[in-house]
């Protein structure tokens, strides 16, 4: 079994910043592409941030310059950290990474249950 458990969402007010982390744990033989994605109330889920087993990262327009994302391999953790942040960023935040169970399977996506961020103007 895989689980990923997000931790560090909560209230912030607007120019704030909160850190999230994810960790992946169970039968893990390796870990891919790691991100975080979000999903406001009446709106289809959106990718945040996005980091290659590489180190390339990718984000969503609206927060570059503002996010940062980062892994720690060993661990099979990633972070999110959030500056300036803005009420539009409020969302339930989740984290996502591709792994592998198995030697012989392919990589498979699994997600977290979800981190709440709220951000008041």
């Known amino acids: 079994q895989v689980q990923l458990v997000e931790s560090g969402g909560g209230l912030v007010q607007a120019g704030g910043s909160l850190r999230l982390s994810c960790a992946a744990s169970?039968?893990?033989?390796?870990?891919?592409?790691m991100g975080w994605y979000r999903q406001a109330p009446g709106k289809q889920r959106e990718l945040v941030a996005r980091?290659?087993?590489?180190?390339?990262?990718t984000y969503a327009d609206s927060v570059k310059g503002r996010f940062t994302i980062s892994r720690d391999k060993a661990k099979n953790m990633v972070y999110l950290q959030m500056n300036s942040l803005k009420p539009e960023d409020t969302a339930v935040y989740y984290c996502?990474?591709?792994?592998?169970?198995?030697?012989?399977?392919?990589?498979?996506?699994?997600w977290g249950q979800g981190t709440q961020v709220t951000v008041s103007s």
């Open positions: 996502n990474a591709d792994i592998r169970k198995y030697w012989y399977s392919d990589y498979t996506t699994y």
């Open positions: 169970g039968s893990i033989i390796s870990t891919n592409a």
């Open positions: 980091v290659t087993n590489r180190g390339s990262t």
